[in-house]
């Protein structure tokens, strides 16, 4: 596994930042590919606009779990605005980049973060984010 992939993404894969579930979240977000069977669960607490705590339950492959680990990492700390500016592209670049095939994993991520805050908003303001809809889960290739 290690030889396709970079020492940050190894790092994350080893000792995952921001793991488990949380009591009493403010969002939930639960994504996944049925096919390939990367499912990611991120669940988010939000105090005056800003993501004070983050954690996530991720069952597929390394990367699935590396990249869950880095978007946690990416939003903890910041404004809902700026955590819904969170891409894949951001994240594997984060991560010193990803495979072409494992690609699918940061895009998990990426909308993993934002149904967490699609929830959010859904129990807070009663509307989610605008023209957000979960794919069916990415292309996977593994």
């Known amino acids: 596994m290690a030889a396709n992939y970079s020492e940050k993404v190894m790092e994350h894969f080893r000792n995952p930042r921001n ?16 096919t390939c069977g990367d499912i990611m669960e991120m669940y988010i607490k939000v105090k005056d606009n800003v993501i004070t705590d983050v954690k996530f339950k991720t069952f597929g492959c390394g990367a699935a779990i590396a990249t869950s680990s880095m978007s946690t990492e990416m939003i903890k ?10 891409s894949n592209r ?3 670049d984060a991560l010193g980049g990803l495979p072409p095939v494992k690609m699918h994993c940061s895009v998990l991520a990426e909308e993993a973060v934002k149904a967490a805050i699609d929830d959010y908003l859904k129990k807070t303001t009663g509307k989610g984010l605008p023209g957000f809809k979960p794919s069916d889960g990415p292309i996977c290739e593994h």
């Open 19 to 34: 793991v488990g579930e949380m009591e009493n979240p403010d969002g939930v977000g639960k994504v996944g590919n049925p």
């Open 77 to 86: 700390g910041k404004t809902i605005e700026e955590a819904l500016k969170l």
């Open 90 to 92: 951001a994240v594997a």
